[in-house]
């Protein structure tokens, strides 16, 4: 058995949840939910070029949401005995009952039609040992050698298995994976690159070729110039790419931020070119997919921007009540004060080649990452930050040098709307909630403020 197995199984954790209801049951409840998660992860780390750190985490958890009329008590365990399981559900329970009423509760969800998505299953990334993910991290280390540079990083392999039961009739279970590779090499004068990759097959991951990107950055990146800031064309790789999403995700996509009248998204509203589309869909592979929700609610697909134009946005139960609509399966694990969010998010590709948004550039920067990204104005979707790990010269469709990283605000929504070019290719990746499967794009103007020392 490898370092994540520990037998257990969806049928398991819904089992697991089923128990939990059967003691909540007895504090006589209006409405209970239960979510049964675990979580069984390892990581190793490796500095200097050298492994220096081998860890695995299993932990189980146990959500209890317990709805008095319009009071609604949340409490959570990592037990899993009777005993434990009881005073789960006499806090849960106390805690209700001692809460304020929420005037517009509008109930547990009801249960959805929910089809399994296998795609986000896989047994080798499930069993994967120390042993594989060495081999990963080697392949990583022998291009940073290569190269002359040293190498940092990480490979993680996990598994989440989910179980959801509630009053309302809801059974759902799905089990699903995820790995990660992501090293920044250093190179002896100062030179930083970084790469990533994500899959749900720990196998599908290329360790070496992440490597050899992220080695080729150091080496091409030492002793940068500087350059005056102001408002420059950029080409924005993945992974700056994916910092965009997550930021529109979190300030704009969600219907509570709606309700709340902090967003940005409005039906019809165009906010991007016709090159930007961007979807949410839990059912695509390439998304690190999930079947339901953390309610238990089926995935939705949804449409976010369509062809630069502002479609929907994503609900859980209680914004969809606000809204007198259905959930659309995007709810986070009580007690939940951010709304719900977008997870698998995907923006459409383009057709052109990638290489070609460089090559077709005849002065511009090419921009690897962004770094230390904040919202300023989430309304307007303005952001800063800064750039890191590859920032460089492009002058006649040619990459001329590196230049010293940069600062920035600048509003995404402007950025979409300046999107000029959209590669064809496209790389799964993980975001700050969850998979993102992202092209690279050419922005025809961004707004760089200062430069930084390095």
Known sequence: ??????????????????????FAEHESPTEVEVMAMADDGSLTRFANSEIHQNVAESNLQVNLRFVAGKRVGV????????????????????????????????????????????????PTTAGATPELRADGVRAVIAAADTAGVASFGSFSTATETLGIASSKGIRASQQRTVSQLLTVAMAPDGGSGYAEAAAVDVTGIDAAAVGRQAAEKARATGNPVAVDPGEWPVVLEEYAVVDI???????????????????????????????????DDGTDPATLPMAFDYEGVAKQRVSLIEEG?????????????????????????APNPYGPFPLNMAMSGGDTPRDQLVGTMERGLLVTRFHYTNPVHPKLAIVTGMTRDGTFYVE???????????????????????????????????????????????????????????
């Open 75 to 122: 409490a959570s365990t990592n037990r899993s005995d009777d005993e434990g399981l009881r005073l789960l559900a006499e806090r849960a329970a106390a805690i209700a009952r001692n809460s304020e009423e929420l005037e517009d509760w509008g109930g547990l969800p009801e249960p959805t039609e929910i089809r399994p998505v296998p795609q986000g299953y896989a």
């Open 245 to 279: 999403l997550s930021m529109l995700g979190f300030m704009g996509f969600s219907a509570l931020a709606v309700q709340e009248e902090r967003s940005f998204a409005e039906p019809g509203r165009r906010v991007g070119s016709s090159l930007v589309t961007i979807v």
């Open 1 to 22: 058995m490898s370092d994540e197995q520990n037998g257990r199984t969806p049928a398991d954790v819904l089992a697991l949840a089923d128990r939990v209801l059967r």
């Open 309 to 333: 134009v502002c479609r929907d946005v994503v609900y859980d139960a209680q914004t969809a009540a606000r809204a007198g609509r259905s959930s659309t399966g995007h709810g986070l694990p």
């Open 396 to 454: 006649d469709g040619r990459i001329v040098g590196p230049v010293r990283n940069l600062r920035f605000t600048q509003s995404y929504l402007e950025a979409l709307e300046a999107t000029s070019l959209v590669s064809r290719e496209r790389r799964t990746l993980k975001g700050d909630f969850g998979g993102v499967l992202v092209p690279a794009i050419r922005v025809d103007s961004w707004n760089f403020t200062g430069a930084t020392e390095h």
